[in-house]
C-alpha cells in the first residue's frame, strides 16, 4: 500500500506561482511513474504532468507546458509541481498518483492505482 498526500496548494493572483509537494509512504518504489492530475469545477479530472523513476522523462498537457515543471526527489520520496505564469483555468484540485507498474509514463486516469486526497489551487484574474 503507498499513500500520497499532496500539500502546498492555495489561492495566488493571476500571473503568480505555486509549488505543490506529493509526499509518498508505504511501499514505494522509485520505479514508480508519478503523475499530476486535475479537476476544476464541473469537469473531469484531467491530465497535467508525468515523470518516470529516471526523473528525465517528463511529459505536460499541452496547456501548462512552458508553465508547469514536474521534478521528483526519490531519496525523499517526493514529487513536486512548479506551477509558474499560473492563469484562472489553472483552478483546479490538483491530485498526485502513481503507477507502480511504470511500463510507460501514462496520461490516463486508469493507468494510475494510488491518488492522493488532492490540493485544492484557486487563481482569481
Known amino acids: 500500500q503507498v499513500q500520497l498526500v499532496e500539500s502546498g496548494g492555495g489561492s495566488v493572483q493571476a500571473g503568480g506561482s505555486l509549488r505543490l509537494s506529493c509526499a509518498a509512504s508505504g511501499r514505494t518504489s522509485s520505479n514508480y511513474v508519478m503523475g499530476w492530475f486535475r479537476r476544476a469545477p464541473g469537469k473531469e479530472r484531467e491530465f497535467v504532468a508525468a515523470?518516470?523513476?529516471?526523473?528525465?522523462?517528463?511529459y505536460y498537457e499541452d496547456s501548462v507546458k512552458g508553465r508547469f515543471t514536474m521534478s521528483r526527489d526519490n531519496a525523499k520520496n517526493m514529487v513536486y509541481l512548479q506551477m509558474n505564469s499560473l492563469k484562472p483555468e489553472d483552478t483546479a484540485v490538483y491530485y498526485c498518483a502513481a503507477d507502480p507498474i511504470g511500463l510507460r509514463v501514462g496520461v490516463r486516469e486508469n493507468e494510475y492505482y494510488y491518488w492522493g486526497q488532492g490540493t485544492q489551487v484557486t487563481v482569481s484574474s
Open positions: 515523470i518516470r523513476w529516471n526523473g528525465r522523462n517528463v
